[in-house]
């Protein structure tokens, strides 16, 4: 957090910028919040501005209010940044939550595994009964043609069987990077 002397320094620059700016309306507001005039009496550079129809003490003889803004305002901006620091190591510590629920197995992950494998299975058990629909195009010219290919007997592939055109990727390196028929 802020030590108080500095916190005191930065309240008192944005007060004399608002009153040098005559910001009457952020003024007015912090004055009305807190009920006080001025920063550090309530003759100090309070709202309404001193001006030929007002003299310093307008405020408290408008308004009635006996003390200044300073600690007010101070305890405001304390409170934000207390909560501005909490919601940062909240965040913080619900990462090293999740971190170590996930390097451990928790229970509760442990479970939801459970049930999505249980949900994998029930879908696979329904789905064995059903038939799986082949299409064939009779118009293909090459229907009957029989593939043989040296690659798929290096990589164990039996396509001796295999009725149809084939696609294969042409090489990186010296052809054209396209589709060809074979």
């Known amino acids: 957090m802020v030590p108080p002397s500095s916190l005191k320094c ?21 004055q009305d919040r807190h009920q ?23 405020c408290h003889e408008a308004f009635g ?26 965040g913080f510590l619900f990462k090293v939550l999740v971190l170590v629920l996930y390097q451990t197995h928790h229970p509760l992950q ?11 299975n029930e879908r696979s058990r329904d789905n064995r009964g ?12 090459h229907r009957h043609r029989y593939v043989t290919d040296a690659s798929a007997s290096d ?7 295999h009725v149809g055109p084939t696609m294969q990727p042409s090489t990186l390196r010296g052809d054209s990077n396209e589709w060809r028929e074979v």
């Open 110 to 120: 442990l479970s939801a595994q459970s049930t999505l494998l249980a949900n994998e």
């Open 65 to 90: 209010r006996e003390r200044n803004c300073f600690e007010g305002w101070r305890q405001d901006q304390q409170v934000t940044g207390g909560l501005i620091l909490l919601v940062a190591v909240v």
């Open 130 to 141: 059903r038939n799986e629909i082949e299409y064939h195009d009779e118009t293909s010219p």
């Open 10 to 30: 930065n309240l008192e620059g944005r007060w004399a910028w608002l009153f040098s700016h005559k910001n009457a309306e952020m003024i007015r507001r912090i």
């Open 155 to 161: 990589e164990g592939i039996d396509r001796s069987n």
């Open 36 to 58: 006080c005039c001025g920063f550090n009496s309530v003759r100090d550079r309070a709202w309404p501005f001193p001006d030929a129809r007002h003299a310093a003490t307008a």
